[in-house]
């Protein structure tokens, strides 16, 4: 089978493509709810085992999906019910708020690719506070209960000549928080999904995905505190869409395309590091930075 | 054949595509030249009678193809021997430079969306000269002969409401510039052409290719002045690409992929609207910005 | 007095800086308003006659203003009381909306200097519908009075060689929307002003004020529809300001200030096209920018 | 003296304003030099004792001021000729450049207010090799002396939450580099030095400046590697030019300002935190970017 180039960052997606037989699959529980008025589907995918670590070909952890197809359409108050929802979703992760809480927040990605600016652009409208509340003090605030919220934008390896977990790790050792939460753009398998879904994760960021490559892994084990992650799949790996039309075409036509498959795509190097993205990447991106902004705002404010 | 579904803006491409006998079409004329030190390649393609514009589903004219995989590596002297190359072509299609003339550059394309911003930033960078000319007149400059060059970033329909062609039009009738150059960014067939290809044409802009199509072109016909276009292709419709793929498989397998294709394709509704590009297109298309702006500038000073 | 070098776009201020038997002249009546819940103060200034004209130094029309201490503090609603506030005032002066309307908004200023991008930054956020009514008809909204909205960024003379009249005036005459409704940034004399105030006015823009100076004002009478100006007060031209920090001290100090200055400040040429902004501009213009944004969303969805 | 309320950033200002018997204090050389061809005049104060810091209120090192009128005006060869100089003299005071060395360039200020965006932009388009001789080794390059250039922009503090000096520390620490280049918009007392200045300092950035105030410097003591900064100002603090343009008329109307000043300013609280720019200070600061960019470029490539 082609899964070694078929790339997804979606937990769900993995779970969907496997065999009908592995999904039962034991270390693995899935749990689903769909919310009628808001039309958001929540997926909750716990990894609970090494075994199901194998299988899923993802870290042992909590996955949450919100698959909201109204993201991308227009609306005045900003989809708040999607923001609500993933705020409640976010707080059954992040650990700590019952106290009063240091977060570091981390956008990843390249301010300067639409696609892969989403990072950046949540983090450009987080309310931010660490530093009134370093000089003003907790009397500032007419609250009982005050979480400090810092924000960086690392900026990708090309742009900085720097791994992106060098420079969080030398941010976190300085600064202190209690925990990191990182957004970053993700990969879909389906074009169906790009820019409606919204994962999260309490096992952090795993680049090139794999249980095995932890060389620059953005994780507690990397940074010594919990890291949430919050992913949207914004484009889909070229090689991917092609494999699976291709796929998709054979069956139509009665054939088996398993045995042939892996080495007509030997000739197919040219879509190495080649991304699909939809023409309204600009528009559905802004709009999916303002709801999970929103979101984070409400939890911390 | 599928040939409705692939798509490209490259004359050059859609000869290359076609077969060896119908390349000697009556009607078309090709020409190439290999500049050794700049390891540029030239390709000229014109288009002199209905029949050929028939067979290249392209209209008549000329077609210059600037091919310097150079473009994309870092330089310091930012490749002033392309630009240099570019300048030369440009001048032998702009009608009017021995004397002095006014010229409306337009900067097509989406701002926002990374691969579609070129037409904007080339038109960021350009020197400006039409309302000192209007100011000072011609005496404030040191020349025997001056241009006036103006610049219009007209936005995407999505954007404006409006068609491109409407706002060009609206705004030649009252400057009457005596040329419009315009500036896009192309789909092209093949990613090894992406970011690395300049084409120049005095047939202006087809937005759907295809002779048909007149409604939204942006040509003299629709001007009533001379419209050169200064494309380079960016993105390979995903279509394109899994079509592509498709038939170079098929191929290799020693299948006839011609007759069961179309069916196929059938399902694959879901790539309308989406593009592939590659993972460096924000630093490529500054680099290709800068080489056009420099011709430009370099021809109007 | 030294008033030809203070500036002010803010009929209110003008009106603030009169003498106070000169506020009663004939011709300028003077209403206001406080919104105790929202602390949004409304004055509206109507000039009538074209001795109110010249006493103001300020068109014939209307003049409203919305003044919101709390427009540039964090808010998760984005302020939607005082995007409310200017959408019943806006309704108060924008005509026909009573029917179906075409309107065009174009966001004057210049998108690179942070203080000048208002309206572009008001344009980047807009529902645009002209395309869709044209493409679907009204066939395709749940709705029984549906608006077109098309919008406009022409840019700045120094980017595009071009008067910005010109460019609409050309964009009128081949879109022919019912109405224009300009957004752009203004200079205020009071520093205290910035980011905190709106104005609307029903007649148009008039760069460098004055009743005088016509030949590049967008109005009903260049445009030959109603033009509706949103403006917002973003910077304080460096000669204003030192020159009323010059009088208040002269007065701190017991002096008369009138005689001397104007030869003072003969010297101080080099505060010509010079601004003064404040060190948050880029946040305060960004809220506004989504208050002004939701409120045309509002009226015309 | 109202010295308290003037700033500048340059050690140029500081000397040409101190009063002429001062100038000749011991501890602080001036040499100065030009550029015939290019109209580049070169200052170099070197402040040689403590004694010569208190005179000058800036600490112990040396200050190269370039002033380059040209520097603003449009230019094919992005004004090639100041960049050399520029890279003459930041040669001078680069430590270790005779041998392979690892330097970080961080582009400190905000990217979204135009002023303020200097750093950012030319950390932008530098030329990034750290990550390559990481990963392919020096083999990789056909050079006998490779550097190795990572570069940070770390944001304002409004948009973190943490000192600069914070993120900075923290990414040395972990990545280890052999020298700092921080690159900054400074204020400037004349509004005539605006974008046609550069300023290179072996003594990093002192934030409010001042030998004072350590807290947040960013400078060889809290580093522990050398800091090199490069500054360009941008901006004239409001207070300073109402203070100036105070004096100014004062002395031309033959009255002594020095007494009543300092009770009078007490009124003009309102200028905190307001900065003037002049009205070409996008395309301003784009040229002096790549200028900036252009020497780092050649030095390290």
Known sequence: MSSFRVRTDLALEVRENMEESARECRGVSVEEEYREESEIRITRVVIETMNGARAMGKPIGTYITLEAPAMILPDEEYHEEISAELAVQLKRVIPGLEKELSVLVVGLGNRDVTADALGPNVVDNLVITRHMMKEFGKAAYDRKRIHMVSALVPGVMAKTGMETREIIQGVVEKTRPDVVIVID?????????????????????????????????????????????????????????????????????????????????????????????????????????????????????
């Open 185 to 301: 753009a993700l990969a879909a398998r389906s074009t169906r999904r790009l820019n409606r879904t919204i994962q999260i994760t309490n096992t952090g960021i795993h680049p090139g995905s794999g249980v095995g490559n932890h060389r620059n892994a953005i994780t507690q084990d990397a940074l010594g505190i919990p890291v949430i992650a919050i992913g949207v799949p914004t484009v889909v790996d070229a090689a991917t869409i092609v494999s699976d039309a291709f796929e998709k075409m054979m069956r139509l036509a009665g054939e088996e395309p398993l045995e042939i498959q892996d080495d007509l795509f030997a000739g197919q190097g040219e879509l190495y590091n080649m991304y699909v993205t939809g023409k309204d990447v600009d528009y559905e991106i802004k709009q999916i930075s303002h709801i999970i902004c929103n979101a984070l705002n409400s939890i911390f404010e």
